[in-house]
Structures are given as C-alpha cells and as structure tokens.
C-alpha cells in the first residue's frame, strides 16, 4: 500500500516537505523517550554522589535528605495538574516548556554553592520533570494508534526501567571521575539535544474540550500529595508518632478530602472521578503502587548493601545491577512488539508474580554475600518489570478516550510516582530500624562499647558508619564493622520478602480488577461511566 504522509507547516516557517510517517512517528518516539529516561535519570543518579555533595557543600544529612526526596516529592504532586494543563493548552508547548524549564533547574544545581540552592534546584527539576513527563505519554497516545501504540509504550517502558536501573551507573561514573556537579551538567547537555528534535518533530495536539485550569483542585491536590509523601518519607526520622508527621499526615488526608470534593462538585473536573468508575483503570492505578513500591524501592537498598557492605565502588555497582536492566530492556520491547496478541490481564498477573519472585529469590543473604547471589533475582525482576510497566499503562490509556489521554498518564503516573517515594520511604524506615536494632543486639557482646550500644547503633543506622566506627575503641572497631554488616544483611532480607508480598498484592489486584471486556472498547470510545 502506499505510504501515508503527514504534512507539518510550523508557525511563522514555510511548508516543509511532508515527512514519511514511520519516521515521523520514529522521532516522536526518540524526543519523548529521551525525555522521559533524562526525567527518570534524576530519580537515582544523584542518590549515589550524596556523600560527595555532603562533602562539597557542607550539607547536613537532613540537607542530603531534601536533595533526594526533594525531586521525588514535587514530581509526584505536580503530575496531575499537568497533565489536565496538557490536555487543554497543548502537550506539545507544555512538553517544550517542560524541558526549558528542566534544563534551567538542572543547571542551577550543577552550580549550586550552598545546600539550599541544591534543594531548591532539585525541588524545581521535579515541577518541570512532572510537565514533560505527563506530556510525553498523551503525545505517545495521540501519536500511536491500535498495535503500534503497545510497541511504543514497550519502549517507553523500556526506558522507564533503564533510566532507573542505570541511574546508579551514570551517577557512579560521573561522581568518580568528573565530581558530582558532572551528573547535572549532563542533564543540561541531553536537553539541549533532544529540544531541537522537539521543535522540529512534534506537532501539537489537545483535548478540544479540555477543562479550564482548576486552581482550588489545584490548591487542595498539591500540598496535600506533598504533605502525604513527606509524611511518609520523614516518619522514621522524626519519629511516627511526632507533632510535625502526625500534623503533616492530618492536614494531607484533609487536602486531599478536599480535592475529592471539589472534584465531585466540577462539571469539568481536573481529575474525572468517573474514570474510577471503572475497575480496570482502578486496578491500573493500584498496581502503578504495588508494582513501584515493591520493584524499584528494594533495588535503593540493594545499591546501599553492595556499597556498603561488600565495598563495591559506585561505578562497579552499577555494573551489578545491569543484569535487571537489560533484561527489563528486552523483555519490554519484545512484550510491546507482541502486546496485541497477548491477554493484558494474564501479562500483569505474570509480570507481577515474576516480580515478586525474583525480590524472594534475592532473600538469604549474609555478610559475605557477593553480588552473584542476587543475579537470578535481578533476572526475574528484570523479566516481570519489563513486562508490567508498559502493560500498566497500556491499562490505564485503553479505558479512556484519547483527547483524555493527558489526564488518565498523569493520574498513572502519579501513582507510580507515589508508589516509588512511598516505597523508597517505608523500606528506608524498615532498613534504618532494623539495622539498629540487629546492631543492638549484636554488641551485647562487645564490651568495649558498654552502655553506648543503642546510640552507636542509631548513628550508624541513620548513615553516619564513618562516625560511629571512629567513636568505638581501634581494637573494637572491626567486631563494631562486622555486627554492622550482619544487621543490614538481616534486614535486606526483610526488605525482600516484604517486597515479595506487596507484588503479589498487586498480582492479585490485576486478576480482580483489570476487565478483558472494557480493552475491547475502540479507542476513542467514550470514559467508562458504567457500575463495576
């Protein structure tokens, strides 16, 4: 058959020759990949030269703290409104404002000279992350259509899990050998790239009865998902039961009450509540946290463990962890290129128990545990999250129309996002208690820390090892070492079989609520408005 063209005349230039649509559709793909893994990049890339920037700027470890969960927090709060401002003023000039915006973030941090600045650059990378990011897949949607849409999002899949994965590689390398401000620059770089492509190859598109900009929802669904996630993320540290955690955990659940309301009440809302009304779009959201939270938070501690206690340096870890990348790489491709032929109920449910037995198989580790022993793990994760994050969002687009596109990838990936912050933050409460109290229990018997067992143990477990060592006697500091060691290798194994468990809660929340008969709804069709 002959092939179709598309004609493109940008404004204020003279008609350009019309582009093959395989390549135009080929370049869109490229910018909002490349965007998309730049965005992802920042979530685990720095966490690897925190030691370093604590070094440079003289950053406290509650300063480190903001730096990583900064960019987590504003990411995950801001994606909803933009994708609801995508849908209605234009994904390709919010995509292209994004990454102008990112890029300034970004080298504001490459040359921050004082911890406050890093912590405004990170929280600034995030606002505009969040733009590009709910941008990218309703211009994906909008783009691809029937079975070339699932091998389009097996791509974007494909990069989420790489961008993760590598991050700690990037982050390593670039510390060790170009010093950390190295990680931002690059950042800077990629998006200098990718604008061009940007201007050039997408084309603009909207929902035509996209729902005006809602600052109350706004006002209500913002502080409150950042109160939420700071709750969660700051709870071990200030202690659950604590003023500021119990005041900021009210206030959210308020907020967020208050959203709900003002949505209900919106005969356009920024979020249709409707949507929800649909148990597959329902049991896409659920999973997005299950999935997040039990795959990409271990992999955190997984990175801390083989740094810490087998003495990997940065770049040789993130050698490790290549194996759950690049077969999360392929698996995703090659599950986009065969996502019409496969029943999208039976790929989640498979993708999530491959998941959570890979986490269970990486259990059983002790002190002197190399990384080889997490290698059938990692594979098996790798398999499953290759499979899980495009059918997941494959779920959650296939039950909308696509002019709504823009607000059902910005409520998925909210959701991810949640689940990764929420992940990262409760696994990190669970790691920094057991190790200190396993590292309790362990010097009991080391005499030369008498009476100072319990305030050692929590300095260690908060991150200070190099401090806690150094206040234990020369002769008691390789026993301190060691019983330090037993303690994290103890508790990663109740990271892992905890992780296990919440993949298979999202398993069984696939089965339950994902409906083979709502995916045969043409695209386009109108929103489920149906009962369950």
Same mark, same amino acid.
């Given at each position: 058959?002959?092939?179709?063209?598309?004609?493109?005349?940008?404004?204020?230039?003279?008609?350009?020759?019309?582009?093959?649509?395989?390549?135009?559709?080929?370049?869109?793909?490229?910018?909002?990949?490349?965007?998309?893994?730049?965005?992802?990049?920042?979530?685990?890339?720095?966490?690897?030269?925190?030691?370093?920037?604590?070094?440079?700027?003289?950053?406290?470890?509650?300063?480190?703290?903001?730096?990583?969960?900064?960019?987590?927090?504003?990411?995950?709060?801001?994606?909803?409104?933009?994708?609801?401002?995508?849908?209605?003023?234009?994904?390709?000039?919010?995509?292209?404002?994004?990454?102008?915006?990112?890029?300034?973030?970004?080298?504001?941090?490459?040359?921050?000279?004082?911890?406050?600045?890093?912590?405004?650059?990170?929280?600034?990378?995030?606002?505009?992350?969040?733009?590009?990011?709910?941008?990218?897949?309703?211009?994906?949607?909008?783009?691809?259509?029937?079975?070339?849409?699932?091998?389009?999002?097996?791509?974007?899949?494909?990069?989420?899990?790489?961008?993760?994965?590598?991050?700690?590689?990037?982050?390593?390398?670039?510390?060790?050998?170009?010093?950390?401000?190295?990680?931002?620059?690059?950042?800077?770089?990629?998006?200098?790239?990718?604008?061009?492509?940007?201007?050039?190859?997408?084309?603009?598109?909207?929902?035509?009865?996209?729902?005006?900009?809602?600052?109350?929802?706004?006002?209500?669904?913002?502080?409150?998902?950042?109160?939420?996630?700071?709750?969660?993320?700051?709870?071990?540290?200030?202690?659950?039961?604590?003023?500021?955690?119990?005041?900021?955990?009210?206030?959210?659940?308020?907020?967020?009450?208050?959203?709900?309301?003002?949505?209900?009440?919106?005969?356009?809302?920024?979020?249709?509540?409707?949507?929800?009304?649909?148990?597959?779009?329902?049991?896409?959201?659920?999973?997005?946290?299950?999935?997040?939270?039990?795959?990409?938070?271990?992999?955190?501690?997984?990175?801390?463990?083989?740094?810490?206690?087998?003495?990997?340096?940065?770049?040789?870890?993130?050698?490790? &962890?290549?194996?759950?990348? &690049?077969?999360?790489?392929?698996?995703?491709?090659?599950?986009?290129?065969?996502?019409?032929?496969?029943?999208?109920?039976?790929?989640?449910?498979?993708?999530?128990?491959?998941?959570?037995?890979?986490?269970?198989?990486?259990?059983?580790?002790?002190?002197?545990?190399?990384?080889?022993?997490?290698?059938?793990?990692?594979?098996?994760?790798?398999?499953?999250?290759?499979?899980?994050?495009?059918?997941?969002?494959?779920?959650?687009?296939?039950?909308?129309?696509?002019?709504?596109?823009?607000?059902?990838?910005?409520?998925?990936?909210?959701?991810?996002?949640?689940?990764?912050?929420?992940?990262?933050?409760?696994?990190?409460?669970?790691?920094?208690?057991?190790?200190?109290?396993?590292?309790?229990?362990?010097?009991?018997? &080391?005499?030369?820390?008498?009476?100072?067992?319990?305030?050692?143990?929590?300095?260690?477990?908060?991150?200070?090892?190099?401090?806690?060592?150094?206040?234990?006697?020369?002769?008691?500091?390789?026993?301190?070492?060691?019983?330090?060691?037993?303690?994290?290798?103890?508790?990663?194994?109740?990271?892992?079989?905890?992780?296990?468990?919440?993949?298979?809660?999202?398993?069984?929340?696939?089965?339950?609520?994902?409906?083979?008969?709502?995916?045969?709804?043409?695209?386009?069709?109108?929103?489920?408005?149906?009962?369950?």
């Amino acid at each position: 058959s002959p092939v179709t063209t598309v004609t493109r005349t940008p404004p204020a230039s003279p008609p350009a020759a019309a582009p093959d649509e395989a390549a135009q559709r080929g370049a869109v793909l490229l910018a909002v990949c490349a965007a998309t893994g730049l965005l992802l990049l920042n979530v685990s890339a720095p966490n690897i030269a925190l030691p370093d920037i604590g070094r440079g700027l003289g950053a406290s470890f509650s300063d480190l703290q903001w730096i990583t969960s900064g960019y987590a927090l504003t990411l995950a709060a801001t994606l909803l409104p933009a994708g609801a401002i995508a849908d209605r003023f234009g994904r390709r000039r919010l995509f292209l404002i994004g990454l102008v915006g990112f890029t300034a973030a970004s080298a504001v941090c490459a040359v921050a000279p004082v911890p406050v600045a890093l912590v405004v650059g990170r929280a600034t990378q995030g606002v505009f992350g969040a733009v590009v990011f709910s941008a990218s897949l309703a211009i994906l949607a909008d783009t691809f259509r029937g079975s070339s849409r699932g091998r389009a999002l097996g791509v974007w899949g494909a990069t989420v899990a790489a961008a993760f994965a590598i991050g700690p590689l990037e982050g390593g390398l670039l510390t060790e050998y170009f010093g950390w401000r190295a990680i931002f620059v690059v950042d800077v770089l990629v998006a200098l790239l990718v604008l061009p492509l940007t201007l050039r190859r997408l084309t603009e598109s909207r929902d035509p009865d996209g729902t005006p900009f809602d600052p109350l929802a706004t006002a209500t669904l913002v502080p409150g998902l950042v109160l939420a996630v700071f709750a969660v993320i700051r709870g071990n540290s200030l202690g659950w039961g604590s003023a500021p955690i119990l005041s900021a955990a009210t206030a959210a659940l308020v907020l967020l009450a208050g959203f709900v309301l003002v949505e209900h009440r919106q005969r356009r809302p920024m979020l249709d509540l409707d949507l929800f009304r649909s148990r597959t779009f329902t049991g896409a959201s659920v999973i997005a946290v299950l999935f997040a939270a039990s795959t990409f938070g271990p992999v955190l501690y997984l990175t801390l463990f083989l740094l810490s206690v087998e003495g990997s340096s940065p770049p040789v870890v993130g050698l490790q &962890l290549t194996p759950f990348a &690049l077969v999360s790489l392929l698996v995703s491709v090659v599950g986009g290129r065969y996502s019409a032929r496969l029943p999208l109920r039976g790929v989640l449910v498979g993708g999530l128990l491959l998941c959570a037995a890979g986490v269970a198989l990486m259990a059983g580790t002790a002190p002197g545990t190399t990384w080889v022993h997490f290698v059938p793990g990692m594979i098996l994760a790798g398999a499953g999250t290759g499979l899980v994050n495009p059918a997941m969002t494959f779920a959650a687009l296939a039950v909308v129309p696509t002019a709504r596109s823009g607000m059902a990838s910005g409520a998925n990936n909210t959701f991810r996002q949640l689940g990764v912050a929420g992940g990262i933050a409760g696994l990190g409460a669970l790691v920094e208690r057991g190790i200190s109290s396993g590292l309790v229990d362990r010097l009991h018997a &080391l005499p030369a820390v008498a009476g100072r067992g319990a305030g050692l143990a929590d300095r260690a477990a908060a991150g200070d090892l190099a401090g806690a060592v150094g206040s234990v006697p020369a002769t008691a500091r390789a026993a301190f070492v060691a019983a330090y060691d037993a303690a994290f290798a103890s508790t990663m194994n109740t990271v892992f079989l905890l992780s296990a468990g919440l993949a298979v809660l999202g398993a069984l929340a696939a089965w339950a609520l994902v409906r083979p008969a709502e995916l045969t709804r043409p695209t386009g069709a109108a929103p489920p408005g149906g009962g369950p």
